[in-house]
């Protein structure tokens, strides 16, 4: 492929040998691309604050045919605040590794690159629980997974969201991939109920900008299902079980805990 200027953000990092890193980076011109920065741990590195965790950067790599190289680096954006806050830090890892799960090597994504970095600069002051609902949403979305929301997926015919929010409950598929009527949700097993915010949140945040649905007001029941509900779909769908997932409910049950004792 020889030499490439690229645009990035890094998704993962890891130790190598004595000196160098090997890098998950998705870019914006070439999508998801590995890649080694050697000697990037030394103290004297030009690279170092060009290929730190989640850093949106501009590069400059030598193609191979295992792994590119980066010769050259600048940092635009480092997302320092991320290191100061473990349940920020724990959510750019688990939308990190969604997105290095879900999409493959060197497909151009331009759309996902631009979620990715809408992501790591909302959380610098957007509710993390929420930003991650949005994040799943809006990945799914863009890469052709997006749960039905206006056709019932037992009986496939138009479901309308405002007829959803009217009724008490809602009903949704996992296997089917949506929602479904409440007169096939009588003789469909495997369907689930939830509240009619929660679709309408859904709704909500697909027609919406990440910046503006980061914004929405939601309660605690509703996140609640949201999350039940966009991970049973990613898992079902999406056939991933994202590590970052369990250390971040992990850490957010313990939270809870902590904060109901106090």
């Known amino acids: 492929m020889g030499i490439y200027k690229a645009e990035a953000i890094v998704l993962r990092s890891m130790v190598y040998q004595e000196a160098d890193r090997i890098l998950t980076l998705f870019t914006r011109e070439e999508g998801k691309v590995s890649a080694i920065a050697r000697g990037v741990r030394k103290t004297?590195?030009?690279?170092?604050?060009?290929?730190?965790?989640?850093?949106?950067?501009?590069?400059?790599l030598y193609g191979g045919r295992s792994m590119d190289t980066v010769?050259?680096?600048?940092?635009?954006?480092?997302?320092s605040y991320l290191e100061q806050d473990l349940e920020r830090f724990s959510t750019a890892s688990y939308c990190a590794e969604l997105v290095d799960r879900l999409t493959q090597a060197r497909e151009r994504q331009p759309n996902v690159?631009?979620?990715?970095?809408?992501?790591?600069?909302?959380?610098?002051d957007g509710n993390p629980k929420l930003t991650a609902r949005v994040f799943e949403l809006k990945l799914l979305d863009i890469l052709g997974f997006c749960p039905s929301l206006t056709e019932c997926v037992v009986g496939n015919h138009p479901y309308s969201i405002e007829t959803g929010e009217q009724?008490?409950?809602?009903?949704?598929?996992i296997e089917g991939g949506g929602v479904v009527c409440p007169a096939c949700a009588e003789s469909c097993e495997g369907v689930r109920s939830f509240s009619p915010a929660t679709l309408g949140a859904l709704g909500y945040f697909l027609r919406s900008p990440l910046e503006q649905a980061i914004k929405a007001k939601l309660t605690?029941?509703?996140?609640?299902?949201?999350?039940?509900?966009?991970?049973?779909?990613?898992?079902?769908h999406g056939d991933v079980?994202?590590?970052?997932?369990?250390?971040?409910?992990a850490f957010r049950d313990e939270d809870a805990k902590n904060g109901h004792n106090k």
């Open 220 to 236: 605690p029941q509703v996140l609640r299902e949201l999350a039940s509900l966009l991970q049973d779909f990613l898992t079902y």
């Open 241 to 249: 079980r994202p590590r970052s997932r369990s250390f971040l409910n």
């Open 167 to 173: 009724q008490k409950r809602v009903w949704f598929s």
């Open 44 to 60: 004297t590195s030009r690279l170092r604050g060009a290929v730190q965790l989640f850093s949106h950067t501009h590069l400059v």
């Open 71 to 79: 010769s050259q680096g600048d940092a635009e954006e480092q997302f």
């Open 113 to 124: 690159f631009f979620l990715m970095l809408s992501t790591l600069r909302a959380l610098k």
